[in-house]
């Protein structure tokens, strides 16, 4: 359980400090107080990137020189952010290897900016199978960062003006080796993911979702898809097919999500999606991660809040984030430590 949040100079705060000891944590504010960036600061002090943010820099306030956010739960984790390097010390201790960092604060978030996981370009959606990932499959992160290193490799021969085939031919074969890694793993999540996603969709009185992964090669025989890509990649001076190439659909009663969900239904699916990540982290790791919520209600009329409560309800700490506590079912609201932030 999150029981204090530290902010400095971070994003529009300079030096706030948020007793959150409950079970059930509500800020409460207007629009473009701060409420979500106290829900980036603990995403940011789980996997060491901001939900909605590139560049980290961009979360110093200001002209300052540094920001910082610190988490404290059972252990206090602890992000400091230069306009030329980041920190990243888990009970006052920095860590060098950012994977020895992540995933060790564990917390699941919704936010609006989800909705790119439906509508997004496939770079999104690979990015998100990377970091769901790796935050508790070290294994996948040691296979995806030597898959980039041999990529990056087999890019440079090949833009040469004569390549060398032998060389090619061996970059190839320790290429092939990482993507089965890699794929074996998402596929397993993402296999993983929709078995959960079938009692979630019940619970929610929703239409069925699942995941569907397109790779860019034939995984039974990847040799023989590289063997007969070889003379385009060396046309073109790029690698045309790998797991920088995959991608997924979210589909809904087995059609494209993207093109027929509604917004409501866009946002409850990605909210199902968390809800089983959620679940899936549970499972693997033997420890319920923190449920962050932001801005749900908005998107969605009462019956489908009553029907999200009762996973609120259960979760060992959820933090959410609203407009109005009007909005907040009263099951729920009498027992939550509301905090209003005002700009």
């Known amino acids: 359980m999150i029981r204090k949040i530290k902010l400095k100079n971070f994003r529009t705060f300079d030096d706030a400090t948020f007793e959150t000891n409950n079970s059930l944590v509500i800020f409460s504010g ?78 699941v978030m919704y936010s609006p900016y989800d909705l790119s996981l439906i509508d997004g370009a496939k770079l999104i959606k690979r990015r998100f199978l990377d970091l769901e990932i790796s935050l508790y499959d070290k294994e996948y992160l040691k296979n995806l960062s030597l898959y980039k290193k041999i990529l990056n490799e087999r890019n440079n021969l090949l833009k040469e003006e004569k390549v060398d085939k032998i060389y090619l031919d061996l970059l190839t074969k320790d290429f092939i080796k990482y993507l089965g890694v890699i794929y074996k793993k998402r596929i397993e999540f993402i296999n993983t993911i929709n078995e959960y996603l079938k009692g979630i969709c019940e619970d929610l009185k929703i ?82 991660p923190v449920l962050l919520l932001d801005d749900i209600y908005q998107a969605l009329d009462k019956e489908k809040i009553k029907n999200i409560t009762k996973y609120i309800k259960k979760s060992k700490q959820a933090i959410i984030t609203t407009t109005s506590i009007i909005e907040i079912p009263d099951e729920i609201l009498k027992d939550a430590l509301v905090l209003r932030i005002e700009k």
């Open 30 to 107: 207007k629009n473009a107080v701060g409420k979500t960036s106290i829900l980036e600061s603990i995403f940011l002090c789980s996997t060491s990137k901001s939900h909605r943010e590139n560049e980290l820099s961009n979360l110093i306030k200001d002209d300052n020189l540094s920001a910082s956010c610190e988490i404290l739960s059972d252990k206090s984790y602890k992000v400091v952010i230069s306009r030329e390097e980041k920190s990243y010390l888990i009970n006052k201790t920095v860590y060098k290897r950012i994977s020895d960092f992540i995933g060790d604060l564990k917390v």
């Open 207 to 288: 239409k069925n979702i699942f995941l569907e992964y397109y790779p860019s090669y034939d995984p039974n025989d990847m040799d023989k898809s590289f063997k007969n890509k070889i003379d385009k990649d060396i046309f073109s001076k790029n690698t045309n097919i790998g797991a920088h190439r995959d991608y997924f659909i979210i589909k809904i009663n087995n059609k494209d999500a993207s093109i027929y969900s509604s917004n409501g239904e866009k946002h409850l699916i990605c909210i199902a999606i968390k809800l089983a990540i959620k679940q899936y982290i549970t499972t693997k790791c033997n420890e319920e």
